[in-house]
């Protein structure tokens, strides 16, 4: 394989000059673009668009529904359901805070299982 010559260095310096001018112009109108976006918007972002899931929930005084085996199961799931959403409550225990809230023939028939 030959060496370069250098008009072809050159010619490739050039290029690579031509390319970071833009990407420096395109960084600069980037910057500008969040900068008078972020200061109008009222997301629930952060300011360069990324959600935080990561973050602990903020946990509100919410209630934990009770069940007495009296009315509708699927009122307590739905509501436990979204307990749990809103809690950011880990799986693993999820059955076990909706046991601990039943009470009455609810519970018994659980203790029963």
């Known amino acids: 394989?030959?060496?370069?010559?250098?008009a072809n260095l050159a010619k490739l310096i050039e290029t690579i000059t031509g390319t970071i001018?833009?990407?420096q112009a395109d960084v600069t109108e980037l910057?500008?673009?969040?900068g008078s976006s972020s200061s109008s918007s009222s997301?629930?972002?952060t300011a360069d668009g990324q959600h935080h899931t990561d973050r602990p929930p903020r946990?509100?005084?919410l209630d934990f529904p009770r069940y007495d085996g009296k009315s509708?199961?699927?009122l307590f799931i739905n509501k436990c359901e979204s307990y749990?959403?809103?809690q950011?409550?880990?799986?693993?225990?999820?059955?076990?805070?909706?046991?601990y809230h039943l009470e009455d023939v609810a519970q018994l028939w659980y203790i029963q299982l």
Do not use: I
């Open 1 to 6: 394989m030959a060496e370069p010559s250098n």
């Open 21 to 23: 001018t833009t990407l």
């Open 31 to 34: 910057k500008k673009n969040k």
């Open 43 to 45: 997301s629930g972002g």
């Open 59 to 61: 946990f509100q005084k």
């Open 72 to 74: 509708d199961p699927m």
């Open 84 to 86: 749990f959403t809103q």
């Open 88 to 99: 950011r409550t880990m799986a693993e225990e999820r059955v076990w805070m909706a046991s």
